[in-house]
């Protein structure tokens, strides 16, 4: 007679791993990583391989000499990291704070908690804030598209159309006359725009976005609704005052909206388990961004949106939850009478 032989789940096997979707993700970032390559030149290749050397070396030092356990940097969240911090830094960033945020990032973002998987916050983030409290002159530098492509350290800056904006709006000067002074929304689109390597080129963002949800590493859920809230409140404050509230446009093209929303708030560990929480968790970060870069005294919003978002996952999976396999509503309700 043959034993019924249980074990614990999954039972099916989808062929997912952290591995092959850590290299998914990277795989997505192409073109975003190509497009800065392409306008900032030698300071975004000096930036990135940096970033993902530091993020490389704390992962497997802090693995290896404090955790006394493998190395786990050839699953891929490590590379993953670093482009994430790179991406969210100007290409004019000297080599000791890089290095710094990395250590940040995957020290205290990622390894502090248990490693990966066991993070509640997303590790680029949260070496990004750390360097943007710590430096904020050398954060806030950013080298002009093009201009500077040939340049790392001695790269010609200028200021955000984000930072343009809100200067301007600050000081009285009408919306209309702020909006001449910035690219037009054909630039933003392409990438032609002072930034982070990853604020620049939204059409290769959206390259990018596609290939997640086609390869299904992410769902649809939070990057639509990050978006989409961002579209709604953004408009509603645009059509009541015009002169002060920029256009839903502006705020979508500019910025680290589309990176934040494709490929940070989607972080697996730091995001919600359930559709109606990722729907929850989005509308929230959105909400967040348009009332950081209005009322807040960064330009900004999205890194701290994420951050304070990525802290009510806890509770919005303990309250949002997936319906339980085989649960019947009817039984259910007859079991509770």
Known sequence: ME????????????????????????????PALAASFWFFGLGALIVTLTSIAACLLFEHLIQVYLFKRPSTISDGS???TGLLLAMNLPSN?????????????????????GGLGQNPFNPALVGRVFLLISFPAQMTSWPTPII?????????????????VKGGLISGTPLSELMAQIPSYKDMLIGTMGGSLGEVAAIALLLGLAYLLIKKI???????????SVIILAGI?????????????????SGGLLLGAFFMATDYSSSPMANKG???????????TVLIRTFGSYPEGVSFAILIMNSF??????YIKPKRFGEKPAIQKAYKN
Request: proline letters at 8%; zero cysteines.
């Open 278 to 288: 990722m729907l929850t968790y989005g509308v929230g970060i959105g909400v967040l």
């Open 218 to 228: 992410i769902t649809w859920h939070i990057p639509v609704s990050v978006v989409g």
């Open 237 to 253: 404050m645009h059509l009541a005052d015009p002169e002060v509230y920029p256009s839903p446009t502006f705020h979508v093209l």
């Open 313 to 318: 996952t806890p509770l919005i999976n303990k």
């Open 78 to 80: 490590a590379i993953v």
């Open 148 to 164: 500077s492509r040939t340049a790392y350290l001695d790269a010609t800056t200028g200021a955000t159309p984000l930072s343009v």
């Open 3 to 30: 034993k019924l032989i249980v074990s614990p789940s999954p039972h099916v096997h989808s062929g997912d791993s952290v591995k092959k979707n850590m290299y998914g993700v990277i795989i997505a970032l192409l």
């Open 93 to 113: 960033l000297p080599l000791g704070i890089i290095i710094i945020g990395a250590a940040v990032a995957i020290g205290i973002g990622k390894m502090s908690f």
